[in-house]
């Protein structure tokens, strides 16, 4: 369950979010040529390939949460991609002297158009890139499109404060160490046990702000299942946050600096495994980019809490008691399902409590968006294409006549709850390792 009255005063910081962020101040040109230099270096062989072997068929669009029958042309994935496209052209494509001709250079006005684009309306979700039939990866063209945008000092103020804010002291939304140990503290009270700091352990946990500030009770459940396992874990008040705002906002800097401070902890206490929280873009973070970004091959699996559940299932290591009260669907968050593979897992647990599992329309690596990911949840100009992106999550679980709908990602929790309160929604919202936890055998 979620303190409503605590998620109110994260709503009213969020809101208040964007006004924290220090200006980047740089000359338009400089702009400019920040955001050239990066596409310059990002744009590989593959995403060359990609960028002309587009051919305008409208798949994307349909794919896509945010265009969608919005009828806005400027809303059609492939179009984020039209400033790498012409950088491509200009500069590093075969026939560039000749394009060059009639292929315009960037501005600057179109950067500051091009940050709606690539962070409102876009949450690189990749259900794009699954139905292109030409297998243009548009989000990983998106992605490059925010490092481009935020070394050009254009990143949303929202995801520039709360990159600023990790950079220089390591902690998110003012959550450290101290609050680490306050969230530790709350479950020790209700007789968890809880290790902290450990020197060694097989299993390092990670949190995130969200687990330390609003869903305290994702920490508690995460410890009985652990507990259950009968692992060696420890959590650390060092290296422990696995939200990566580097990752979301472009700035590469952040992002290395966030996943090395993981990474180190990882190797200091000897972990065999670290276990990711509930949140989507953090495990993306750490299992798919996280040995490009250390320069080598982690030492260590990198698995969801979500995953893992499914995995102690499916060994028998731990045992859940039946109940069949409850019909539920579950959403598949982007990161984790499309991107990461993780899908039957969390299903398996949950057949395991013995509840009526019910699949939405579009599941698994075809699910829709909620609309929130990559940290567009923060950005409040884009709270009106949340709203829509979100009413096709509503008819889509609507349909499946569940009682609850079961998530796995911090961020998509929170889009949920927000856009439930919008539309006065009254299906049930439950994460998936605190319904694990509520049905441990005792």
Avoid at 13 to 40: T, W
Avoid at 342 to 359: C, F, K, M, S
Avoid at 418 to 434: F, H, K, N, R, Y
Wanted: glycine content about 8%; charged content about 25%; hydrophobic content about 40%.
């Amino acid at each position: 369950m979620i303190d409503m009255a605590l998620f109110k005063q994260f709503g009213e910081a969020v809101s208040r979010l964007g006004e924290r962020a220090e200006p980047v101040e740089l000359e338009d040109a400089q702009r400019v040529n920040r955001a050239r230099s990066v596409m310059l270096l990002k744009i590989d062989r593959q995403m060359g390939f990609d960028l002309d072997a587009c051919v305008r068929c409208g798949y994307c669009e349909a794919a896509c949460q945010f265009s969608v029958d919005s009828n806005d042309p400027d809303l059609v994935p492939t179009r984020k991609l039209e400033l790498l496209r012409r950088v491509w052209r200009r500069e590093l494509a075969p026939m560039s002297p000749l394009w060059r001709f009639f292929t315009p250079r960037i501005t600057v006005d179109e950067l500051r158009e091009w940050q709606a684009l690539c962070y409102d309306a876009c949450t690189e979700c990749g259900r794009c890139t699954m139905v292109c039939p030409m297998g243009i990866d548009i989000a990983r063209g998106v992605n490059v499109m925010r490092q481009a945008l935020a070394s050009a000092g254009l990143a949303p103020d929202e995801l520039l404060a709360v990159q600023q804010e990790q950079q220089a002291q390591g902690t998110v939304f003012g959550a450290g160490p101290e609050q680490l140990r306050e969230a530790v503290d709350r479950v020790r009270e209700q007789g968890i046990e809880v290790p902290l700091d450990k020197p060694q352990a097989d299993v390092l946990v990670l949190a995130t702000v969200l687990d330390i500030l609003l869903f305290r009770d994702g920490l508690a459940a995460t410890a009985r299942v652990l507990n259950a396992a009968g692992d060696d874990w420890t959590l650390c008040t060092s290296g422990y946050e696995s939200a990566n705002f580097g990752l979301l906002s472009g700035v590469e800097q952040t992002q290395r600096k966030a996943t090395e401070a993981v990474i180190t902890q990882a190797l200091a206490v000897g972990a065999k495994t670290v276990i990711v929280p509930e949140c989507g873009h953090a495990y993306s973070a750490l299992r798919w980019e996280g040995g490009e970004v250390h320069g080598a091959t982690l030492p260590f699996r990198v698995l969801a809490i979500s995953e893992y559940i499914g995995e102690l299932v499916n060994q028998n290591r731990i045992r859940l008691v039946p109940d069949a009260s409850q019909k539920l669907t579950y959403h598949d968050a982007c990161k984790l399902g499309r991107h990461g593979g993780v899908i039957e897992q969390p299903r398996d647990a949950l057949r395991a409590t013995g509840a009526e599992l019910v699949e939405t329309g579009s599941s698994a690596e075809m699910n829709w968006c909620c609309g929130g990911g990559a940290g567009s949840f923060l950005i409040q100009r884009a709270a009106p294409l949340r709203r829509k992106a979100f009413q096709i999550k509503i008819e889509q679980i609507d349909a499946t006549g569940a009682d609850a709908v079961v998530l796995s990602c911090g961020s998509c929790r929170l889009n949920f709850i927000a856009g439930a309160q919008q539309a006065q929604w009254p299906t049930e919202i439950v994460s998936l390792v605190e319904y694990i936890g509520a049905h441990l055998e005792r």
